[in-house]
């Protein structure tokens, strides 16, 4: 029988009205083995960290102890019965919950909100409200078993950004869930915190950005790796249609990306789209897992974005934008052919842990330019002006630009290239700088920030029909 693992994020569980649509989708999945991977309520996980950095204040810390109980028995009080049995767990659930939660803030304000402090904190708003999903279902009559991941997920000692150990991980998988969901006479829906795992010595861990996602992805891969069924499907359950070709604050009436495989997805989600992170995809691409991005609203909805290793490759997926960031440019006539230049770049970057997305460097090796976040930009550059190597024989100049990345293997052609810098030209618009690597199906190009909004739009406007064809 096919597996779905299924993610409901922080608006899949707002009201009484979410949590029945939760009840429509079981039923209108109800011949498949389920495995439902649930988020934080809404805002929860930010006021947890808001409080935690902010202890000195004990008024305040009770406030947002206050508030966080009260946004899940407002929850309780809609979906169950009063003073029935589940209402009743689940209402004791929280209170357990927020007396450690009690406990271990004063742990930090006297020790100090160290990494693992940070993580076990943050993994109360998925432990939580997993539970009160799980006690939703068997209200309803539906049978469910509550595993918080941190039994499942082994990961790294990276706190906030860990990575799973998939041998470890599949090791608990094969303990834990396949016995469950290879059983014939049960049929049974296993509810999992997303976002949370564990390291070896037992420190809970988070997964960072996109968490709940890839906890997600991480369980179905780990399900097809110690499984015996291998028709496996991740749907991740949103308050949008899917990723479309162009963020709408940019072109309004922008068309939905129905299939992509995962290369180009990967590109489209690291250059702008929020609805999906990269790493996400790392977990399922090996296996050829397909994932769905489905409407939570509209859960019959035809229409909808699929990841798999199906693509029509004939066509320019999308256009995406970074509109916050700093080109960086570092410039010699002394040091040609000198190697080890970018690679003393990238160790200051790396030593003041400053990401670099692009980069384009002159023929002649005179110049290098870089791509950073904006809010890196004072600290990348104080850093190559007190680094000797630099500080003698570079010049450093830097400049608040934009980003427009064009995805799809289309732009492998030298005639897309041509009509893209065409349109372009339309709107006088200069390319500062531009990075595709070889047979990338990627195309990055640096322009001044406030001709963002004309150039998506007259690459949107010449190029339609790609966009439209694709779709």
């Known amino acids: ?31 498949v083995k389920k495995v439902y991977v649930a988020s934080a309520l809404s805002g929860v996980t930010d006021l947890l960290l808001k409080t935690a ?37 689940v209402k004791d659930w929280i209170d357990n919950k927020l007396s450690e939660l009690e406990d271990t803030f004063a742990d930090i304000k006297e020790f100090g909100l160290e990494p693992y402090y940070k993580d076990y904190i943050l993994s109360f708003g998925e432990i939580i409200s997993t539970y009160i999903l799980n006690q939703y279902l068997l209200s309803n009559e539906i049978d469910s078993v509550f595993i918080p991941t941190n ?20 090791a608990r ?34 997964l960072g950005r996109g968490g709940s996602d890839y906890t997600a992805t991480i369980i179905a891969r780990s399900l097809y790796e110690v499984g015996n069924d291998k028709n496996i499907k991740v749907i991740l359950w949103k308050n949008v249609d899917g990723l479309l070709a162009i963020n709408p604050k940019y072109v309004l009436h922008s068309s939905l990306i129905k299939n992509l495989d995962y290369d180009e997805a990967k590109h ?41 290793e199906l693509s029509d490759k004939q066509y320019i997926k999308g256009v995406s934008a970074a509109e916050y960031v700093t080109i960086v440019t570092v410039i010699s006539g002394s040091m040609v052919d000198v190697p080890g230049v970018l690679a003393k770049i990238f160790k200051v970057m790396s030593k003041n842990r400053i990401s670099v997305s692009l980069v384009a460097q002159s023929s002649s090796e005179i110049s290098t330019s870089f791509i950073i976040k ?23 100049k830097w400049e608040h630009v934009a980003v427009i990345n064009i995805t799809g293997l289309k732009i492998l052609e030298t005639k897309t290239k041509a009509e893209i810098f065409n349109a372009l030209d339309k709107k006088n ?24 909004v004309d150039a998506i739009n007259i690459i949107h406007d010449d190029l339609y029909d790609e966009f439209e064809d694709s779709n």
Do not use: W
Not at 193 to 200: M, P
Not at 431 to 442: F, G, T
């Open 1 to 31: 029988m096919p597996i779905i693992v299924m993610k409901f994020g922080g608006s899949c569980l707002i009201n009484k009205n979410s949590f029945n649509n939760i009840l429509n989708i079981t039923s209108i999945y109800k011949n």
């Open 53 to 89: 950095i902010s202890l000195e204040n004990d008024k305040e810390t009770d406030k947002s102890i206050a508030l966080i109980e009260k946004r899940h028995i407002d929850i309780i009080e809609q979906i169950f019965i009063e003073e029935s049995e589940h209402y009743f767990k």
């Open 151 to 170: 039994k499942l997920i082994i990961t790294n000692d990276e706190f906030n950004n860990a990575y799973p150990f998939y041998d470890l991980t599949n």
């Open 173 to 206: 998988t094969k303990r834990f869930l396949i016995p469950l969901l290879e059983n014939p006479k049960k049929d049974i829906i296993i509810c999992l915190t997303g976002f949370i795992g564990r390291n070896k010595i037992g420190y809970i861990t988070t």
């Open 268 to 308: 489209i989600a690291n250059f702008g789209a929020k609805i999906l992170h990269p790493k996400c995809l790392e977990a399922i691409e090996k296996h050829k897992i397909p994932l769905e991005i489905r409407n939570f609203d509209k859960p019959l909805e035809k229409n909808f974005t699929e990841i798999s």
């Open 374 to 396: 904006e809010d890196d930009c004072d600290k990348a550059i104080n850093a190559l002006e007190n680094a000797n190597f630099f500080s003698e024989f570079f010049y450093i």
């Open 429 to 452: 618009i200069t390319v500062k700088a531009i990075s595709q690597s070889h047979d990338e199906l990627n195309l990055s190009l640096v322009i001044d920030r406030d001709q963002l």
